[in-house]
C-alpha cells in the first residue's frame, strides 16, 4: 500500500527565511508520480509541481524548489526567502500508475505560518 | 480558462437526509475525482469518474456514491447523513494524455456541515 509521511505538522519562519518541508513516501510500484499542493485558506488545493519516479532531477522555480531522491524516497520542497503570501498548508501526494489508479495518497500537510 | 467549479459552496443538513454536490472540470477534463477533508482524517480518495464510468473507489460506504454525465460533470450523493460526514469535499480534474497520469486541478470545495 502507498504511503506519504509530512513529519512537520506546523513550521513559523519570519519572512525571507529559508523554509525545508519534508516528504518521504512508500509504494511498492515502480512507477509512480509525486505532487506537492498548497491549500490557502480559501481551501482549494493548488497545484505546484509534478514528478515521475523516472525524473530525480531537481527543479527551481523562482523562489521555490524541489530535492527528489529515491533513495531515501524523499521528496522535499523549499521556499527560499518566504514570504508572507507562502502561509498556507503544503501537502505532498503520490499516486501510482502501473495499477491504472488514479487517486492521490496525500500527506497529513505541513501547516507553514510565515511571519513578518 | 475556467478552472474546476463545486457548487454550492456551502451546505448544512440534518442527520439522515441526503445531499447532492456538483463538479464541473476544466473544460476537456475528463477525469474527475473526489476527495474528503477532515481534520481528523486528512484528504480521502472518495472515488474517479472517467468517460461516465467509475474508475476508482476509497474505502468509503456505500452512502457514498456518484456519477459523470456525458459533459464530464460530476455529481457526488451521500444519502442518510452522519454528523461524521461533516467535511469539505474537493472536487478535481485531470487531462488524460494517453494514459499518462496527468496533474489534478482542485476546486474550491464544497463545505458540508451536518447538524
Known amino acids: 500500500a502507498q504511503k506519504v509521511t509530512q513529519a512537520q505538522t506546523e513550521i513559523s519562519v519570519v519572512e525571507k527565511e529559508d523554509v525545508t518541508l519534508d516528504c518521504v513516501y512508500e509504494t511498492r510500484d515502480t512507477t509512480y508520480y509525486l505532487f506537492w499542493y498548497k491549500q490557502p485558506p480559501s481551501g482549494e488545493l493548488v497545484f505546484l509541481i509534478r514528478?515521475?519516479?523516472?525524473?530525480?532531477q531537481n527543479e527551481i522555480s523562482g523562489r521555490y524548489s524541489w530535492n527528489f531522491q529515491k533513495s531515501t524516497s524523499s521528496f522535499n520542497f523549499t521556499i527560499t526567502a518566504s514570504q508572507v503570501v507562502d502561509s498556507a498548508v503544503y501537502f505532498c501526494?503520490?499516486?501510482?500508475?502501473?495499477?491504472?489508479?488514479?487517486?492521490?495518497?496525500f500527506g497529513s500537510g505541513t501547516r507553514l505560518q510565515v511571519q513578518p | 480558462k475556467a478552472g474546476v467549479t463545486q457548487t454550492p459552496r456551502y451546505l448544512i443538513k440534518t442527520r439522515g437526509q441526503q445531499v447532492t454536490l456538483s463538479c464541473s472540470p476544466i473544460s476537456g477534463h475528463r477525469s474527475v475525482s473526489w476527495y474528503q477533508q477532515t481534520p481528523g482524517q486528512g484528504l480521502q480518495f472518495l472515488f474517479e469518474y472517467f468517460s461516465e464510468t467509475q474508475r476508482n473507489k476509497g474505502n468509503f460506504p456505500g452512502r457514498f456514491s456518484g456519477r459523470q454525465f456525458s459533459n464530464s460533470r460530476s455529481e457526488m450523493n451521500v444519502s442518510t447523513l452522519e454528523l461524521g460526514d461533516s467535511a469539505l469535499y474537493l472536487c478535481?480534474?485531470?487531462?488524460?494524455?494517453?494514459?499518462?497520469?496527468?496533474?489534478?486541478?482542485f476546486g474550491q470545495g464544497t463545505r458540508l456541515t451536518v447538524v
Open positions: 514528478r515521475n519516479s523516472f525524473d530525480e
Open positions: 501526494a503520490l499516486s501510482e500508475a502501473n495499477t491504472g489508479r488514479r487517486a492521490l495518497t
Open positions: 478535481a480534474s485531470s487531462l488524460e494524455a494517453g494514459g499518462r497520469n496527468t496533474e489534478a486541478f
